[in-house]
Each structure stands twice: as C-alpha cells, then as structure tokens.
Nanobody, 115 residues
Framework: QVQLVESGGGLVQSGGSLRLSCAAS????????TGWYRQAPGKQRELVAS???????TYADSVKGRFSISRDSAKNTVYLQMNSLKPEDTAAYYC?????????WGQGTQVTVSS
C-alpha cells in the first residue's frame, strides 16, 4: 500500500509562487509516472503535470512555461513549482502515483490565488 502526502498549498496573490510537495511512502515499485492533477469547484479533475519513470515531463497547455515538475528519488518526493500564478489556477491539487500494480492518490492540498 502506498501513501501520498501533499503539502505546500495556500493563499497567494496573483503573480506569486508556490511549491507543492508530494511525499510517497509504503511499497513503491514499478512506477510508471507521478503527476499532479487539480480540480476546481464544479469542474472535472485535470492533469497539470506529470513526470515519467524515465524523467520525461508533460504539462497542460495552461501551465506551460509557468509550472515545473521535478522529483527527488532519494526522498520519494515529487515537487510542483508554480510561478506566475493566476486566479484560474485556484483549485485543489492532488498528487497521483501510477504503478504497474495500480494508482494512488493523495488527499489534496488547496491552492487559492487572489486577484
């Protein structure tokens, strides 16, 4: 069983920055990719960024050039650096771990960007 714990969310003004962290613990093997998703009220959950086992990254068009995903394999932690934040980035952000054996989700961390 895998546990994912997100942290780093909060309230920030438009144009500001935040860094989210996702720490994984438990039985971690056969990782396919780790990603960050977000869900705003009344909207579907959407992929924000992901990083594969090989290190290749994918970003939603809306965050390209502003967000950056990275990982520290020694710490089993994935980060999402968010710069130039906009009010439309306001959402609950969830960490996702895809393994060969299945998919795990964190509990989410709220990001609120004020205008």
């Amino acid at each position: 069983q895998v546990q994912l714990v997100e942290s780093g969310g909060g309230l920030v003004q438009s144009g500001g920055s935040l860094r989210l962290s996702c720490a994984a613990s438990g039985i971690i093997f056969g990782v396919v990719a780790t990603g960050w998703y977000r869900q705003a009220p009344g909207k579907q959950r959407e992929l924000v960024a992901s990083i594969s086992r090989s290190g290749s990254t994918t970003y939603a068009d809306s965050v390209k050039g502003r967000f950056s995903i990275s990982r520290d394999s020694a710490k089993n932690t994935v980060y999402l650096q968010m710069n130039s934040l906009k009010p439309e980035d306001t959402a609950a952000y969830y960490c996702n771990l895809r393994q060969v054996s299945g998919t795990s989700w964190g509990q989410g961390t709220q990001v609120t960007v004020s205008s």
